[in-house]
């Protein structure tokens, strides 16, 4: 009525319970977890080697990876497009690659069915045959790491293409890619082991960081039975396996 002065109701009030619950309603996470508390909580116990609750780091670098999703598979995707074109490793798979597939170029590895994703779990990407090859973004600690991961799954491509392997069903199969790929692509190298992941032995080194990753994969699919079989299987292809560096002349590094 044009004669009512009575003053309007105020809006709702903002208070961080408030904000909270819709950053988790919109984001899909707790945000209580990712604090600078919780960061320095998980520094001490790494540090001074005590215990924490058994979900606080899951929940922390959960909600750390969905918050910086965007950024990461941004940066990935760069990445991504940059090692397909300068990284001579990256360039002479995907060369290799083209060769053996289909003159349509249906095979070839691309920026188009090479993507980066968040992932769970904790692995740094994977491979298929039909979609091609997975990205874990929030997994990589720089390029360098993003490119020995994609060298690995393009060795794998390269092996489908090359020999028909099947590494689903067949773990022998499984166990001689992952053995070629470790090898192959460089992430056991001696400064990757020694400087990322504290392994300090000097002699057979090689040897021992492709033999522990390659009996982890294969432990990991589901016709093995545990990680005695797995290392089991490794062990019988490994003298042929190890020593195939196609289509390398030999260990690129």
Partial sequence: MAGDTSTPPPPPP????????????ALGHDPIYYTWSTAFTLLSAKYFNTPTPPDLA??????RDILREEKDCAKCT??????LAY???????????????PADGSASINETNVRCKRCEGGQSGGWDAEYGILLCANEFRNQG???????????????????????VNDLRHAACME?????????CRWAREFFTRGQWNL?????????????????KRP???????????????WDKCFTDTRPFDEIYR
């Fill in 14 to 25: 903002t208070t961080s319970s408030t904000t909270s619950s819709t950053a988790k309603s």
């Fill in 58 to 63: 899951r929940n922390y670098f959960r909600e």
């Fill in 78 to 83: 760069a990445d991504v497009k940059y090692l």
């Fill in 87 to 101: 990284s001579p490793i990256i360039r002479f798979m995907k060369h290799n690659i083209d060769l053996l597939g």
């Fill in 145 to 167: 790491h993003l490119e020995d991961t994609l060298a690995h799954e393009m060795v794998h491509a390269y092996d489908h293409l090359r020999f028909k392997v099947d590494g």
């Fill in 179 to 187: 053995i070629r790929a470790s090898t192959l692509s460089g992430e």
């Fill in 203 to 219: 002699t057979q080194q090689l040897q021992e960081c492709v033999r522990r990753r390659a009996t982890l994969s294969v432990s």
């Fill in 223 to 237: 016709g093995c039975v545990d990680d005695v079989q797995a290392a089991r299987v490794v062990n019988e292809v």
